[in-house]
Nanobody, 122 residues
Framework: QVQLVESGGGLVQAGESLRLSCVAS????????RGWFRQAPGKEREFVAA????????YYADSVKGRFTISRDSAKNTVYLQMNSLKLEDTAVYYC???????????????WGQGTQVTVSS
């Protein structure tokens, strides 16, 4: 079956780094945009970053631009989110997702992982 599996979350202090990974399986992923979203308690799910299938186009939320980097290894069906200079407000459950077209709207994404918790402490 189709699966997206995230890993790499954890507890870090403000200013530190984490790298999230998301491995996709169960279907052909050629042509799919891959994205990362996050959801903090009591808040809506929000767009973080996305990359085209080729990796040639990347998109970021203003809140993470310059600190986070999204990349993908299409041969491994894996997408990464390198998160540097983490802030308290980055604390959330991070989800990877896949869609046929790029969008910042989470409802446009067809496939989702189960999420991985990122907690940033002071």
């Amino acid at each position: 079956q189709v699966q997206l599996v995230e890993s790499g979350g954890g507890l870090v202090q403000a200013g530190e780094s984490l790298r999230l990974s998301c491995v996709a399986s169960g279907r052909t992923w050629r042509g799919y945009t891959r994205g990362w979203f996050r959801q903090a308690p009591g808040k809506e799910r929000e767009f973080v970053a996305a990359t085209s299938w080729s990796g040639g186009s990347t998109y970021y939320a203003d809140s993470v631009k310059g600190r986070f980097t999204i990349s993908r290894d299409s041969a491994k069906n894996t997408v990464y989110l390198q998160m540097n200079s983490l802030k308290l407000e980055d604390t959330a459950v991070y989800y990877c997702a896949a869609a046929l077209e790029y969008s910042r709207d989470y409802v446009k994404y067809d496939y989702w992982g189960q999420g991985t918790q990122v907690t940033v402490s002071s």
